[in-house]
């Protein structure tokens, strides 16, 4: 059968994703204790969705309710009963609450800061600022660092910095600036990837507010420059943002001094680009397809996870085994984020995601609900081969995959990356930073948006 099963991956489609990815296929069993859940409205893994509990003082905080920057990250994400995680004895850690002091400032370092004292400490702020002297520029480019995002893959960068850091050198070890740069280059580069996909995609909304593409399409200046209102130049000039804070990004990478960091953070970029274009085709056969698709994933999402992690992993003087380790642990994340992503689109109102939902299917995306619906629906096939463009299509692929067990499949599936991510983590020395790295795992399988 084509398309995946709820019980397994199509054996011919995982040995060759396993070879793509450079690691071998193991066949394992994962076992796990299940929580009866209590009863909510909200059950988007079968599991009650309530806020994570946080292990106050043993995490070096007073147990209070996060406060300013970090109470809008944490808000974004919700936590279920660790009914999804194996029984690893973790300790429910709020990672938003324990990096509170790294995350508040990042965007506002990302962005501009008066302070002299930091430019000692912290030379690479106002870095997006400082490169420019296109005020209109510089607006565009700091669109997104408006801290309402999740930041969550700052946080994963940071949390895994410290649990490597606590893994090779014990409680005594600390942040390293570099390893802090890495975790905002990696939401440099996925701002930057956003305003490629507004432009690409002719978003409208991004975050529940107007995306870029729809701010700067409606100006007759931009940058400026005089577009007369023409669209398509202002597209261009929006899409060069992007490309501005991926040049500023490379800057602060090549001040790292690392040639390993640096080829695995350029790496990220070359598979973003790489994603795009993969994304624009489609197969003929349904197990090309889904091959297709999840290779795309990797490319587009779980690659600036997984490279960010493991360069944090090589700043730390970890050996081969660890920066490898990591790095899996932020590539199964990144495909259950994805994957999870995908599944939001087909069961969330357009309030909660903070923009419209089907939208894939609109963009003519075939993502992983519509590919497992192929198996019980194949007149899915020809509708994914026209990009869903006739008149109907949209509408009768959405129901057909809400009649399969097309939402199902794709719940199994980022599940399994996400106790793959969980078990990875739990391989580290115990510590905060390692418990809060599970506990990542459970936030993203169980968000809402």
């Known amino acids: 059968m084509a398309c995946l099963s709820s019980s397994r991956l199509c054996a011919r489609v995982q040995d060759k994703l396993m070879c793509q990815f450079g690691q071998k296929v193991r066949r394992q069993t994962l076992f796990v204790k299940l929580k009866p859940p209590g009863p909510s409205p909200l059950r988007i893994f ?60 990042i965007y506002e370092d990302i962005r501009s800061s008066n302070r002299e004292s930091l430019r000692i400490t912290r030379p690479w702020i106002k870095e997006l600022e400082r490169n420019t002297n296109q005020p209109e520029l510089n607006t565009i480019a700091t669109y997104y660092f408006d801290g309402q995002g999740k930041a969550l893959r700052p946080m994963v960068a940071i949390l895994t910095a410290k649990a490597i850091n606590y893994h090779v050198y014990g409680e005594n070890s600390a942040l390293l600036p570099s390893q802090r740069q890495v975790a905002m280059i990696s939401e440099m580069i996925h701002s930057a990837s956003l305003i490629h996909d507004d432009v690409i995609d002719q978003s409208d909304f991004r975050r529940g507010k107007p995306s870029v593409n729809v701010l700067w399409n409606h100006k007759k200046v ?28 490379s800057m602060m990478i090549a001040r790292l001094r690392s040639d390993e960091v640096t080829l695995v953070l350029s790496q990220v970029v070359t598979d973003l680009v790489q994603g795009e274009f993969m994304q624009l085709g489609s197969k003929e056969t349904e197990n090309e397809r889904f091959a297709h698709y999840l290779t795309k994933t ?57 923009k419209p939902t089907a939208a894939d299917l609109r963009l003519g995306l075939a993502t992983a609900p519509v590919l497992f619906a192929c198996e019980k629906y194949p007149e899915l096939n020809p509708m994914i081969m026209r990009r869903f463009q006739d008149a109907g299509d949209v509408e009768k692929a959405f129901e057909l995959v809400h009649k399969s067990r097309g939402l199902e499949q794709t719940r199994f599936l980022a599940r399994k990356h996400g106790l793959e991510a969980a078990r990875l ?10 418990k809060a790295l599970v506990v990542t795992t459970d936030l993203v399988l169980n968000r809402i948006k």
């Open 46 to 105: 079968g599991k009650t969705c309530q806020r994570v509990t946080t292990c106050g003082p043993a995490c070096g905080t007073s147990g209070t309710t996060v406060t300013g920057a970090a109470r809008r990250l944490a808000s974004s994400m919700q936590s279920t009963s660790t009914g999804s995680l194996p029984d690893y004895g973790t300790q429910m850690v709020d990672p938003y609450r324990l990096l509170e002091d790294d995350l508040n400032g």
């Open 425 to 434: 983590a739990s391989e580290l020395a115990d510590s905060p930073y390692q």
């Open 222 to 249: 931009c940058i400026g420059i005089e577009c007369l209102g023409n669209k398509t130049n202002c597209s261009i000039w929006v899409a060069m943002a992007g490309d501005f804070i991926l040049a500023v990004a």
């Open 298 to 354: 990797y490319r587009k999402t779980a690659s600036l996870f997984a490279n960010s992690v493991k360069a944090v992993a090589l700043l730390s003087g970890a050996d081969e085994a660890t920066c490898e380790l990591a790095f899996q642990y932020g590539r199964n994340l990144g495909l259950s984020f994805q994957l999870v992503d995908d599944l939001l689109d087909f069961v969330s109102s357009s309030h909660g995601m903070g």
